[in-house]
């Protein structure tokens, strides 16, 4: 092998290895939203953010939100192709196929159109497919129809920021 082939191959290993460490390593969950917009979101004061990393080998991250007077709450859940680990991808799965999968067993499933790249409403809440992301939304009893209401809000926020 020449020595530019062989240069341009270095390269490219360091840019990949580089990329997978830099999207993988530095997501923060609960920088999505403030907690200021969630309290105008639920019209209410809120704790949290409360981060947790689940440390399952899909690496969903969770962030929750919840009301200081009430039963109300906003979590957040994130599965990044990303961030799984390399067995689990070298297997074929990635956060879209784990949203098709989810999705396949909602019953009841309603297609909410104009969020990400597909979205449906079902328990627990907004499930959400954008690029290699899936992303949920509860915000509480999905037959309440004013749920998904505040469920699509706050997906148009965390959206605009991902």
């Not at 962030?63 to 994130?78: D, P």
């Not at 067995?87 to 019953?107: C, H, P």
């Not at 954008?130 to 706050?154: C, F, H, P, Q, W």
């Amino acid at each position: 092998m020449n020595r530019h082939l062989k240069t341009g191959i270095f390269f490219m290993f360091i840019l990949t290895t580089w990329a997978t460490v830099h999207a993988s390593g530095s997501f923060d969950l609960c920088k999505l939203l403030t907690r200021e917009e969630v309290e105008s979101l639920v019209g209410e004061p809120v704790k949290g953010p409360e981060q947790k990393d689940t440390k399952n080998p899909l690496g969903q991250k969770m962030c929750l939100y919840t009301t200081i007077s009430s039963s109300r709450l906003i979590q957040l859940s994130v599965i990044r192709t990303a961030d799984m680990e390399a067995g689990i991808r070298k297997q074929g799965q990635s956060a879209a196929k784990v949203y098709r999968s989810t999705k396949e067993m909602l019953d009841p499933m309603e297609q909410v159109p104009g969020v990400g790249d597909d979205a449906c409403w079902g328990t627990p809440g907004l499930h959400i497919l954008k690029g290699e992301m899936y992303i949920l939304v509860t915000v509480g009893n999905t037959s309440k129809r004013e749920n998904l209401d505040l469920a699509r809000r706050v997906a148009e926020k965390v959206l605009s920021r991902l």
